[in-house]
């Protein structure tokens, strides 16, 4: 199922026609805008095109595409504006909204319907309004008009409403306004639902009333809002019932009205609108090479052609402006889809464009704006805490602190952890207090959180930066020539063994059944052989630092399970080790060796396919941070989640003890709005069975391989048969896996792995220039990493195994 692209054409003019509405005139103003249009300089050819169409056949508005009505039956369009072609999608025979004539109407258009599907899909009419468009632009410069049904929020043929139907097509609009008494009001909520998901309204038309003036009102308000012109022109003629007369009446107002070139004068400042949108498109990267610093880049590799120009945004694909050059035929659309292959850097989980968040955040910001939190409360935040808290079942877990994006939340993690480990153990204020970590692993590019992360590329070049931890080495998974394999990093072996192989992802994530096995023992062994050693050298450490699984920015590193959990097994146990084994825990819920701090922010709220990625484990940290998926990708916020041990140790009477953190939009309500939205989405997502697709196709395990009353549920959306098949191209590829809505392609590379590695460059490079839609992707050195939303389809995500299966071949 191909994506929707946005129509934008270089020699064709597509406007949509929205009704604020329903008899508000929008096939009168149609017409009007096809003879004015007719008559525009360099027009070649004007099209009206009603996608859906409802009532009888002799009052309908065009004859349709397939000729199924009467073709002496002539539309109002084809009267009164002959020069336009028209033609309709969908016709329905009972006059009431479209949703509900597909569902009662006896009749269909066209007419192969009635025996495959009676009710088109959204993607399936988008697709057919696509082609129309693209039939028209290779019939020169020209005009297309798209007309709505009723009003802006009257459903489609599905139900879905069409302020949210066309959003995908992102035409520029020409709303048409109500006259009457009451339009105001439905023309400003008109204008409002449309600019809310997206749409440009380009002007706003409407009939002349002298008896209620709505057009001075709307004239003011539209311009302060966007300097949106408002059009007048005369009311029609009263209908005569001698259709002759009729006619004749109506063919002289269109004449009067024509003559007063108001209409001109509007489709003159749209094709102006649409020159300059297409002006800005095809400067925008040259211009953003010359003013951005960007981040995570090597500026000085980077041109203006390697600069992605992003339109718009719809679901999972981004709208990517697509230069054209003097020898290409200028009938090609210069947009084109890209699937948002790194989810936009690792937020997106409801897609883009999500009128549900959007709806979120505006309700917050009419009500709230921004308020600041310091000893104060508001029912998002406070709401949000308490939803999240409950959500992790993580029974340590009290307190919930607010910061603004994942690398902060952390450094207050870090804060946490090391004042508590200092308040314990009784250690000095002037002792150097390090962090346990895992090698790899990356936290953010805050100094604090930085210092928690080996010396790497990320900040081996930060003058301040000084790697106050260490960093355990540890074993790998990944699927390789068909088997689930844990490797042994050389210089462990000697402690850890050689490595398991698995037949499959369930049994390496089955924690409970692997413990009872000798490695769990080497493991923890192992990590307390570490902590002694450390702990001879007279260094301090304050806390357990990692990424549930895999860790991410450090290159999508798929850590064996059962050794995150062994780790936090020895460091809970070696209090002896590390401070004063004298010191002991309060209660089962305190913290025991040291605070464990996970580090949730891509890895949680449901991207590996858990609402935490911790319960992979079979551990409750004391301290956790969310972030990412929280607001759905559509706003920064963090939170960082604290046991009551860890909350109390701030408690005093003097304020300098008390966690002195923040940030001026702390908490800001349209964050925290946004974050419930996209909490109560995902989890009855979760709940509903949305994914039962990806759990139950092929990974869901069987009782003959496996105990499937022990097996965990453990799933991707991307298949176990691609996962096999790209595993077994052992010449390009040293590893691969997939869990949740994240697929991770180690690739070969002669030189050595690495973030400096330039492996996985030729495969981005080739899914980038596809056709006819691509796929806009992050590599890490030579690991080639590509994630769904959580909204993803599952021919959506059959179609990108094609591509990257097709990808592989051409690069091998």
């Not at 309204?201 to 408002?230: C, H, M, R, T, W």
């Not at 993690?413 to 990356?442: P, Q």
């Not at 398991?500 to 923890?524: G, T």
């Not at 305190?590 to 079979?618: A, C, K, M, N, Q």
Request: charged share 20%; with cysteine.
């Amino acid at each position: 199922m191909a994506p929707i692209e946005s129509l934008l054409w270089r020699r064709l003019r597509i406007h949509q026609i929205y009704g604020a509405n329903t008899d508000v005139g929008k096939t009168i103003f149609s017409t009007f805008l096809c003879n004015a249009a007719s008559n525009h300089r360099g027009a070649e050819r004007v099209a009206y095109l009603k996608p859906v169409s409802t009532g009888a056949e002799d009052e309908a508005d065009t004859k349709s595409l397939e000729g199924i009505i009467n073709q002496s039956s002539f539309s109002h369009i084809k009267r009164f504006a002959p020069s336009a072609s028209t033609d309709v999608l969908y016709q329905y025979d009972i006059p009431c909204s479209p949703h509900t004539a597909a569902l009662a109407s006896g009749r269909i258009y066209p007419i192969e319907y009635l025996r495959t599907q009676p009710i088109p899909s959204d993607h399936a009419l988008l697709r057919k309004i696509q082609n129309v468009a693209a039939e028209q632009a290779k019939l020169g410069h020209g005009w297309l008009f798209l007309e709505t049904a009723g009003g802006v929020h009257s459903p489609g043929p599905s139900g879905t409403s069409q302020a949210e139907l066309y959003a995908p097509l992102r035409s520029p609009v020409i709303l048409v306004g109500d006259s009457r008494l009451g339009g105001i009001s439905q023309t400003i909520s008109s204008y409002e639902s449309l600019k809310i998901r997206g749409y440009d309204v380009a002007s706003v038309l409407l009939f002349q009333n002298d008896q209620y003036n709505n057009d001075g009102y709307l004239e003011e308000y539209l311009y302060k809002q966007g300097k949106i012109p408002v059009t007048t022109v005369p009311e029609p003629p009263a209908r005569n019932s001698n259709h002759d007369e009729d006619n004749q009446a109506l063919a002289a107002y269109y004449r009067n009205v024509d003559s007063s070139d108001k209409i001109s004068k509007v489709v003159e400042n749209l094709d102006q609108r649409a020159e300059d949108r297409v002006s800005q498109l095809q400067s925008m990267s040259e211009r953003a090479h010359k003013t951005i610093w960007y981040p995570f880049t090597q500026q000085k590799l980077l041109s203006p052609n390697s600069i992605s120009t992003i339109d718009s945004a719809h679901g999972d694909y981004f709208q990517v402006y697509k230069p054209q050059n003097d020898t290409e035929s200028s009938d090609r659309p210069l947009l084109q889809p890209a699937f948002d292959g790194s989810a936009s850097w690792w937020t997106q989980g409801l897609g883009h464009g999500s009128s549900q968040l959007t709806m979120a955040a505006a309700y917050a910001a009419g009500r709230y704006g921004h308020v600041m939190f310091a000893e104060a409360i508001h029912e998002p935040a406070l709401t949000l805490a308490e939803k999240i808290l409950q959500g992790t079942q993580n029974p340590r877990l009290t307190r919930t602190f607010y910061t603004d994006n994942g690398s902060t939340g952390c450094e207050v993690a870090i804060k946490m952890a090391l004042r508590a480990s200092r308040d314990r153990y009784g250690w000095d204020v002037n002792d150097k207090i390090e962090i346990l970590g895992l090698k790899g692993s990356y936290h953010g590019d805050t100094i604090g959180a930085m210092d928690a992360s080996e010396p790497c590329t990320f900040n081996e070049k930060v003058d301040w930066y000084q790697g106050k931890g260490y960093w355990f080495d540890y074993p790998t998974v990944n699927c390789t020539n068909g088997k689930w394999v844990v490797h042994v990093p050389e210089p462990l072996r000697e402690h850890l063994g050689n490595g398991e192989d698995f037949e499959s992802l369930s049994h390496v994530f089955d924690i409970s059944s692997r413990s009872q096995s000798a490695v769990l023992d080497k493991y923890e062994t192992y990590v307390q052989l570490v902590l002694e050693k450390l702990g001879k050298q007279g260094r301090k450490f304050g806390g357990l630092m990692m990424e549930p699984v895999i860790l991410g920015a450090g290159g999508m590193i798929f850590v064996d399970p059962l050794f995150q959990r062994a780790l936090v097994n020895a460091v809970r146990k070696s209090a002896h080790l590390i401070g004063n084994a004298q010191v002991q825990p309060t209660n089962d819920n305190d913290w025991s060796g040291l605070p464990v701090i996970h580090d949730e922010v891509f890895t949680g709220l449901y991207r590996l396919g858990r609402f935490t990625s911790s319960s992979f484990l079979g551990v409750h940290p004391d301290i956790a941070v969310n972030a990412k998926l929280l607001t759905g990708g559509l706003l920064p916020l963090c939170v960082t989640l604290a046991s009551e041990s860890i909350f109390n140790t701030f408690e005093s009477d003097d304020k300098s003890d008390a966690l002195l953190h923040g940030h001026s939009y702390t908490a800001h309500a349209i964050g925290c709005q946004v974050a419930l939205e996209s909490l109560d989405e995902l989890q009855a997502m979760d709940t509903q069975g949305d994914w039962n697709w990806a759990r139950n196709s092929n990974w869901k395990e069987t009782a003959a391989s496996h105990d499937s009353a022990t097996t965990p549920e453990v799933w991707s959306v991307w298949s176990r048969e691609f996962v096999t098949e790209v595993s077994q191209k052992t010449d390009q590829v040293s590893g691969i896996w997939a869990l949740g809505s994240v697929l991770a392609i180690s690739m070969r590379d002669a030189d050595g792995a690495g973030y400096k590695s330039k492996a996985a460059a030729k495969l981005q490079a080739t899914l980038k220039q596809a056709e006819p839609w691509s796929m806009h992707t992050r590599v890490l050195g030579n690991v080639f990493y590509i994630m769904a939303s959580q909204k993803t389809s599952q021919e959506a995500v059959e179609e990108m195994q094609e591509r990257l299966l097709h990808g592989l071949e051409q690069t091998s």
